[in-house]
């Protein structure tokens, strides 16, 4: 068996919880409060700018130069989206610029980039993998879930169609690709910190759709 199908089934119970969560049924249905959806893309832009570094990071320690390459696109491709979030969706649903540049992360959001952060100056370039595969894995997974169940006329369909790109899920096969060529190299003690570090990122994929259904902030700390 493949690492990355190892990971995929230790995780499956959390990968279900993720497709059942209101925000991601609700999105579908396109009956999601636009609230909600404003404050998740503005989140998603804040975090890619810190998961552009990540990559970045990773990059710097990949063992081959074809891995460079990779992940050096990829933090580019990550800021460039950031972007494209300022100036479509949020333009599009109301969020101006200077609302974006003042809202801080949330909770949920700083933990999910510092764990990110500290994992890609911390650890070896296998666990660093292992922790920004998430992002990529079960977001695409999760988005043809999505596009799958999506009503016609959905208010956020714009935003649905973005899951559906070929590009993006051939970015995904890739990254999952080089995932299990490096893990083919690794050690056992360094095989069980990947697991560790991909099931962390799961769970704060889970965290960071269910901040945003709640709109949670800092849980009573925001006003300090």
């Known amino acids: 068996m493949l690492f990355s199908q190892e990971l995929w089934q230790r995780n499956l119970n959390l990968y279900q919880k993720i497709l059942d969560l209101p925000f991601n049924q609700e999105l579908a249905h396109g009956t999601l409060d636009k609230e909600a959806f404003c404050h998740y893309v503005i989140q998603d832009a804040q975090y890619l700018v810190a998961y552009g570094r990540v990559l970045a990071v990773a990059a710097a320690k990949a063992f081959e130069a074809d891995d460079i390459m990779q992940f050096s696109d990829a933090a580019k491709i990550a800021i460039v989206v950031e972007r494209s979030l300022h100036d479509d969706f ?13 809202t801080p992360l949330t909770l949920a959001g700083h933990h999910y980039t510092s764990f990110l952060t500290a994992t890609a100056w911390s650890e070896s370039y296998p666990v660093v993998l292992a922790a920004l595969l998430p992002c990529f894995w079960i977001y695409a997974e999760v988005g043809k879930d999505i596009v799958n169940k999506s009503i016609p006329n959905n208010p ?22 080089t995932v299990d060529k490096v893990a083919a190299r690794c050690d056992a003690d360094t095989l069980e910190k990947m697991h560790a570090a991909y099931t962390m990122g799961a769970k704060l994929e889970w965290l960071f759709w ?11 700390l925001d006003h300090i």
């Open 90 to 102: 949020m333009k599009n649903f109301g969020v101006t610029k200077e609302e974006f540049k003042n």
């Open 210 to 220: 269910d901040s945003a259904y709640h709109k949670r902030q800092w849980l009573g």
């Open 156 to 177: 956020y369909q714009a935003w649905i169609d973005t899951y559906a790109g070929e590009e993006f899920h051939t970015a995904v096969r890739n990254v999952i690709a």
